[in-house]
Each structure stands twice: as structure tokens, then as C-alpha cells.
């Protein structure tokens, strides 16, 4: 059986019913299972990782899809589950990793692959860039104002499909030859924020105004609008400064392991131009 924790994430939305029209068994986890809507074909399992009995949520676990959001956990997370008789641990990291980069998201994301590679089980890290699925942030501008702000410098960025990175998590959790693998998954083009927004409008079938603002004024409307945190809005930034220099770079993985060209933006776009268009009446 395969535990998917972060089942109800981005990248475990779709991981859970690739996994099982796979044909495997998947336990899915989430800390609130009346809330989540999880594929009914899995054993849903509700638990908080910072409270649960550990050896207890791993008992019967073949395999484990690694995510979690306190990182400092990760450590323990992956030794209990080597404890409790877990034999591949496949771990979501970040493609900062591979580049160096410093911020704490990133150190935490590298002190959690040395734990995962430390604590027994076979092993396998998943490093992706940004997601397609970051630009839902956009959703609530477009649809009130018709608009993107985007903050000023926001790079070029190959961002991956979620579907493609839960993909390469199947083969990982489901086929043999990626034990010890690192992987770093990223789309197959890099398009400036402008072209995304570019595309997007093609997908919504209407304009939609592009507007670059400074950093403070990104910071304001992330608190304001969004109510992020300080501590997260000061995270995401320490992120970017440091992501900037990289988010363009392509790697060949994703088509080389799946052995078709990764999803691209345009799809991403014509998939979710519905959520996008309803609310704007221009
Ligand atoms: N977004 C990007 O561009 C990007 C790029 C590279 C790497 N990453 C990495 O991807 C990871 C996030 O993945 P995601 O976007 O798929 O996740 P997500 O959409 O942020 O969802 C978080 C998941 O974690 C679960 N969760 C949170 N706290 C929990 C707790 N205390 N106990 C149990 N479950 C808990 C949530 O489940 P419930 O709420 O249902 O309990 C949910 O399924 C992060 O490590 C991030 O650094 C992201």
C-alpha cells in the first residue's frame, strides 16, 4: 500500500487517482477527512503530522509520497516510517536545492533530503520548479479587475504542470530503477510573466491588463488582499530574490521519464480558463 501524505495539496490531488489508475492501494492523508475531497477509491485516513502517533499512521505502509509543510518534522517523519517497515520513501523538494540557494524554504528542503536519505528506506527526491498551478494566486484580480500585478523583475520561470511532477511520482512509487534518483522537474519552456498572462487571456478569451508593481506594493496586496503572514510574505521574497537567477532553466527529466513532452502552459490555461472567467463583467 502506498501512503500519500498532502493528499489534498496541489501535487496530491493528482497524485492519489494516478497512483490508483495504476492499480495500486493508496491511504490518503488529510488532518480534516469531512472537509477533503479525496478520490473515493482510497483508504482515507485523517491525521494532523505534528500530533499524530507516528509508528501508529505508518503501520501497513509499503510506500511513502513525502510532503509535509513543517519541515523541521521531516526528519522524524521519515524515520518513523522506516521504523514502522516503510521499504521507499519519495520525497516533493524544491528545485532551489539543486541551484544552492540559501532561503530558509530551501535550507529546510535540503536538511529534510539528507534526513529522508539517512533514514533507511530506499529513497527517491522529487525537485520541482515553481507550479503552472502558482498563477491561481491571479484568480481573485482577474476575475474582480480584469488584471495581473505582478512584482517588478518577477523572472522568467519553466513552470511544471502538477500533473507531470504526480506522474514521475507514480513511476517512482509504482516501478522499480528510482531508488537513489534525483529529479528535477520543470515544463518544457520558460515564458516571462507577461506571456503567461498572454496565454491565459487567449484560454479566458478576453484582454486581460499585465501591471508590474514595486515590491512594497506586492507585499501590501499580498497581506491586504491575500492576508498572508509577514514571516510568509518575507519567505516568499527571500525565495524569489534567490529563484530568479534559475526559474528559467529547462530540464530534459520530465519528457525523458515519461517519454512524451511535459504539459505545457497553454494546457494548463485551457483547462482552468472556466475558474478564471466567471465574477469580471468588464
Ligand atoms: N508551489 C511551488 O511552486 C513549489 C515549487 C517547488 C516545491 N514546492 C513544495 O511543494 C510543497 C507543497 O506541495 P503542494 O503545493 O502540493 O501542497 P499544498 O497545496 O500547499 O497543500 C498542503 C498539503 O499538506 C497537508 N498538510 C498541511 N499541514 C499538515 C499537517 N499538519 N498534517 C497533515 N497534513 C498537513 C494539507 O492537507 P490538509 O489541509 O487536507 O490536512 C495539504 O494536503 C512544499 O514543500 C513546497 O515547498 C512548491
Request: no cysteine; proline share 5%.
Amino acid at each position: 500500500m502506498i501512503f500519500v501524505l498532502g493528499a489534498t495539496g496541489k501535487v496530491g490531488r493528482a497524485l492519489v487517482p494516478a497512483l490508483l489508475d495504476a492499480g495500486a492501494a493508496v491511504r490518503a492523508l488529510t488532518r480534516d477527512p469531512a472537509k477533503a475531497r479525496i478520490d473515493p477509491r482510497a483508504d482515507v485516513v485523517g491525521a494532523d503530522l505534528e500530533t499524530a502517533d507516528l509508528p501508529a499512521l505508518f503501520d501497513g505502509a509499503d510506500r511513502v509520497f513525502l510532503l509535509t509543510q513543517g519541515f523541521r518534522h521531516e526528519g522524524a517523519i521519515a524515520r518513523a516510517a522506516a521504523r514502522a517497515g516503510v521499504t521507499h520513501l519519495v520525497k516533493l523538494s524544491t528545485s532551489g536545492v539543486h541551484f544552492g540557494q540559501t532561503d530558509p524554504i530551501t535550507r529546510a528542503h535540503a536538511e529534510a533530503e539528507q534526513a529522508v536519505r539517512e533514514a533507511g528506506p530506499a529513497w527517491t527526491i522529487l525537485r520541482p520548479g515553481a507550479f503552472m498551478d502558482n498563477r491561481f494566486a491571479w484568480l481573485r484580480t482577474i476575475r474582480e479587475e480584469n488584471t495581473v500585478y505582478v512584482p517588478e523583475g518577477d523572472p522568467a520561470s519553466a513552470l511544471v504542470h502538477v500533473r507531470d511532477i504526480a506522474a514521475v511520482a507514480t513511476l517512482a512509487l509504482t516501478t522499480s530503477g528510482h531508488e537513489g534518483a534525483t529529479y528535477e522537474l520543470t515544463g518544457g519552456e520558460a515564458l516571462t510573466t507577461e506571456q503567461q498572462v498572454a496565454v491565459l487571456s487567449d484560454a479566458i478569451g478576453r484582454p486581460i491588463e499585465y501591471v508590474e508593481e514595486p515590491e512594497t506594493a506586492a507585499r501590501e496586496r499580498m497581506t491586504r488582499m491575500y492576508g498572508w503572514p509577514v514571516e510568509a510574505v518575507d519567505g516568499f521574497f527571500a525565495l524569489k530574490r534567490e529563484s530568479a537567477a534559475h526559474e528559467h532553466v529547462v530540464f530534459d527529466t520530465v519528457a525523458r521519464l515519461l517519454g512524451k513532452p511535459p504539459r505545457t502552459f497553454p494546457d494548463w490555461a485551457r483547462e482552468n480558463a472556466a475558474a478564471f472567467t466567471y465574477h469580471y463583467r468588464g
